[in-house]
């Protein structure tokens, strides 16, 4: 969302960068790759920076191999690789909804300079 000449992140920004994630690059129109690029770089320093571990961007589609970062890292990650909630709380993760509303807020606030 633009606000006189200045973007702001929104929720529902990060939620279609998640939903695209591994396809971004591809799917980008040569003229505005480069605000793609930019949008991605904003995303992955906002979810290394929401959690306890080092987020390195998407290494693996096996959601087990980030059981090292924090919850709410992992929800956002899930997002990335499509999994259901009914898949993650078969796995331990409750109140999933709760859970990537606090942390896409999180990410949002990070990246539009709010203390968080």
């Known amino acids: 969302m633009w606000i006189n000449d200045v973007f702001f992140y929104t ?3 990060l939620k279609g960068i ?3 994630y591994e ?8 003229a505005s790759l480069f605000l793609v690029a930019e949008r991605k770089a904003d995303f992955d320093r906002a979810l290394d ?3 306890r571990g ?6 693996n589609s096996n959601f087990g191999a980030y059981k090292y970062l924090g919850r709410q890292q992992q929800i956002i ?3 990335i690789l499509g999994i259901s909630n009914r898949r993650l709380e078969g796995i331990g993760f409750f109140d999933t909804r709760k ?3 606090k ?3 999180k990410m949002a606030a990070k990246l539009n300079g709010e203390k968080i």
């Not at 396809?23 to 129109?29: E, I, M, R």
């Open 11 to 13: 929720v529902g920004n």
């Open 18 to 20: 998640a939903e695209h």
């Open 23 to 30: 396809s971004l690059y591809t799917d980008a129109h040569t």
């Open 49 to 51: 920076n929401i959690g």
């Open 54 to 59: 080092k987020w390195k961007g998407l290494e």
């Open 77 to 79: 990650i899930a997002d």
């Open 99 to 101: 859970l990537r509303s």
């Open 103 to 105: 942390a896409y807020t």
